[in-house]
């Protein structure tokens, strides 16, 4: 009886621990389903800095604002359809790269910059088809 109570206390006991470590590390880990999971913060806001500037618009062109910190933008959050829209992009841009410009293997087929969102969009969100 006792060292079942035992058992007891101590399977509680580790599924609190695990619990809690569960809560602490959920919001760090990244929604990342293009880009690699191990990316840099550096790396990332170059990135997106550079999608700014090719498309003309600021960060909530693709991502929302906390709804209890509305001055704060939610990253990961994928309720602005338009972040998905521009997956479906970043997915053709790698592609592009990948399949036509692959020339230093060294350099993950994420990170080629032959083709860039600038060398079609020039400063528009929607460029204009000629
Ligand atoms: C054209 C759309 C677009 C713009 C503009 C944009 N982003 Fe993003 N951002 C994305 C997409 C798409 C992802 C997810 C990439 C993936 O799935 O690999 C992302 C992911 C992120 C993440 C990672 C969030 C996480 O899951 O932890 C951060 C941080 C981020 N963006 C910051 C910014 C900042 C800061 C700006 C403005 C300087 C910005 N973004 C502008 C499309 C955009
Ligand atoms: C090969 C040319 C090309 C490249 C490279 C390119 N785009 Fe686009 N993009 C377009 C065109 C053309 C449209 C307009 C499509 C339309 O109006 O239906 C577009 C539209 C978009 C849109 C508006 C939503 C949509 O799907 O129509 C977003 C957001 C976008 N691009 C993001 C990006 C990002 C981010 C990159 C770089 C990772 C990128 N694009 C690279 C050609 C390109």
Redesign the pocket.
């Known amino acids: 009886m006792q060292n079942k109570n035992k058992w007891v206390v101590t399977l509680c006991f580790m599924a609190f621990v695990s619990l809690g470590v569960a809560a602490v590390k959920a919001p760090q880990e990244?929604?990342?389903?293009?880009?690699p999971k191990d990316i840099s913060d550096q790396k990332?806001?170059s990135i997106?800095?550079t999608?700014?500037k090719a498309?003309g618009?600021k960060?909530e062109?693709?991502?929302v604002k906390q709804k209890v910190y509305p001055g704060n933008i939610d990253?990961?959050s994928d309720a602005e359809p338009?972040?998905e829209n521009?997956?479906e992009m970043?997915r053709m841009t790698i592609e592009i790269n990948k399949n036509h410009f692959y020339f230093n293997k060294d350099t993950p087929p994420e990170y080629l910059n032959t083709i860039t969102c600038m060398t079609c969009h020039r400063g528009e969100p929607f460029p204009p088809e000629h």
């Open positions: 990244r929604n990342l389903k293009v880009l990332l806001d997106m800095e999608y700014n498309l618009v960060c062109f693709c991502h990253y990961r338009m972040k521009a997956r970043m």
